[in-house]
């Protein structure tokens, strides 16, 4: 029985592999005019028959070799090898241990120093100045006996990691206590070489209109690593809550934290969890960027505090969905010395280099105000040795050269963007994963249209701006805004397939993405987010895989 089931695998695996593998490219000649042009081309993907683990990669590498030899063949002597005892180095290795272990059933040692020679059964996790020309690449080698993983970074080890992670059997995904029969659980022998495409592949959780529990932002920062997103963006002010303790201002967190959209509870971070939190996301290389929106999108921190406003009055705490109708007294010295207690206090708690002071949708100051109000905060954000990011309106302000602005309006002036110094690219109509899939969808909104999956993925971030300054964009971010989304249930509804199309976007080479390659390795993910327990939308334009060939 067993043996017909894996025959009957093994056949199915053939099938759909040799059905999806793309054809080999024919050798293309050089254009005349560019002769470089071939060299510098991305070279094709290839994937062999015997190989349908690799056919499910996501986001796609850059390079991806299929070999000839003999696969890897996991053993109870298998021995994870860290080429150095640093700490970023073990944290990989150890996270890796976990997928293996649930993979195979055996814990594999960790062991520092050169790695031994065959026949040990070894995978070795090395840091080499020359394994990649980019801080997040690395290079990795299947072979018989023996997985070699090198990179610049510990960052490019654990992404290599996730690659080998979805190479293991979905089952892995389980993190329930499993009875299973020992498995075989082998890896295709391959090369693969690896870089992303941005620095910047993002995606922002709105935790003011509802709040979301620390438990529930690891729970993302989980989901969100899988797929080498490096930049988890947190909504943490709007008018419906304020979700960080600040010391110096503490009616924030205590008035200003317990409400949000609906009439709920609300809630917010003490400093310590909120220091956790960073801490979770740099333990999965994900860097945490602090926004809070001003000078609009600020009635709950004007309700926390009278002085804060022009008529001396606190107003009622709001938990519509309005937007537009508050803003900080832009004339009062006191505005700014607010804003640098909660810059000082949140740079403080904030080891990257970004602060993001929103600028969106104020609608009660003139152009000159607004305008003088984003020059004076981006110079704050800058005296805490903080970069600003802010929304697209901030585009009209003379901006410095370390500012990033964050396109988000469909109708945006291209001529202000393309003066940006950095663009960080989130097009509602295609990276806001709160935007309904299609007509049946209940939870989400729609003021940008539908945003089908196709529509998430089929884009490039560079034909955007036409004009923007070469290099400027740093990459792409998929905010998740929480206007209609209550729990995490419905966050993943929302961002599951959505958010693995932009994080391909980010990752992988324009000219190696394509929707059809994408429509397969997307189908292929479904048994893996099953086992996580992912509440994703079976979009009806994928053929969802109940299982995966190994
Ligand atoms: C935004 O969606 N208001 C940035």
Redesign the pocket.
């Known amino acids: 029985m067993t043996q017909r089931y894996c025959l009957t695998c093994l056949s199915l695996a053939l099938a759909l592999s040799c059905a999806r593998a793309p054809k080999p490219r024919a050798p293309q000649p050089a254009p005349a005019t560019s002769p470089r042009a071939a060299e510098n081309a991305p070279r094709s993907v290839s994937h062999q028959p015997s190989s349908p683990q690799l056919a499910r990669l996501l986001p796609l590498p850059q390079r991806v070799e299929a070999a000839a030899g003999e696969r890897f063949t996991f053993t109870p002597q298998t021995t994870i090898v860290a080429g150095e005892n640093q700490p970023l180095v073990m944290n990989v290795a150890a996270q890796l241990v976990a997928f293996l272990r649930r993979a195979t059933g055996v814990v594999p040692p960790v062991v520092a120093g050169p790695e031994p020679a065959p026949p040990a059964n070894v995978i070795a996790l090395t840091i080499d100045a020359n394994a990649s020309t980019s801080e997040e690449g690395y290079d990795l080698t299947i072979a018989s006996g023996r997985v070699t993983v090198r990179a610049r970074t510990p960052a490019g080890l654990f992404y290599a990691v996730q690659t080998i992670r979805q190479l293991l059997p979905d089952s892995a995904e389980y993190t329930a206590l499993m009875f299973r029969e020992p498995p075989v659980v082998t890896l295709p022998a391959v090369h693969i070489v690896d870089a992303p495409r941005y620095a910047w592949r993002g995606t922002m959780l709105d935790v003011a209109r509802h709040f979301f529990s620390v438990d529930e932002v690891k729970h993302y920062i989980d989901l969100i690593a899988l797929y080498k997103i490096n930049r988890l963006h947190l909504h943490l002010a709007d008018d419906q809550g304020w979700r960080i303790e600040i010391k110096s201002w503490p009616e924030l967190a205590r008035r200003g934290g317990a409400s949000e959209v609906g009439g709920g509870p609300g809630g917010y971070y003490t400093q310590e969890q909120y220091a956790d939190l960073v801490q979770y996301a740099a333990s999965h290389f994900v860097t945490i960027v602090p926004e809070i929106d001003m000078p609009g999108?600020t009635n709950a921190l004007l309700s926390s505090y009278a002085d804060l406003n022009c008529n001396g009055t606190a107003p009622a705490t709001y938990t519509g969905t309005e937007?537009g109708f508050s803003a900080l007294c832009v004339d009062l010295d006191v505005t700014y010395k607010f804003i640098d207690d909660i810059v000082r206090e949140i740079a403080a708690l904030t080891p990257g280099p970004y602060f993001h002071a929103?600028g969106?949708?104020v609608k009660t100051l003139t152009p000159d105000q607004y305008r003088r109000f984003v020059e004076r905060v981006q110079t704050i954000v800058q005296s805490h040795g903080k970069q600003m990011v802010g929304?697209?309106e901030v585009s009209v302000a003379t901006l410095l050269e370390t500012s990033i602005v964050?396109h988000?309006?469909p109708d945006a002036s291209k001529q202000l963007l393309a003066g940006s110094p950095h663009l960080l690219l989130?097009p509602?109509d295609r990276a806001?994963l709160d935007m309904k899939y299609d007509d049946s969808t209940l939870l989400g909104l729609n003021w940008a249209g539908n945003v089908s999956l196709q529509k998430a993925y089929d884009w490039d971030p560079e034909a955007l701006v036409p004009g923007a300054r070469a290099g400027a964009v740093v990459g792409v971010e998929a905010?998740v805004?929480s206007e209609t989304l209550t729990n995490m249930r419905d966050v993943e509804f929302m961002a599951f397939p959505r958010l693995p199309a932009v994080a391909e976007i980010g990752w992988t080479p324009q000219a190696q993405r394509s929707w059809n390659t994408f429509k397969e390795r997307v189908a292929a993910q479904a048994p893996r987010w099953t086992a996580l327990g992912i509440n994703f939308y079976r979009t009806p334009d994928i053929q969802w895989r109940e299982s995966n060939p190994q």
């Open positions: 999108h937007v929103g969106d949708e929304w697209d964050q988000w309006r989130s509602a806001y905010p805004w």
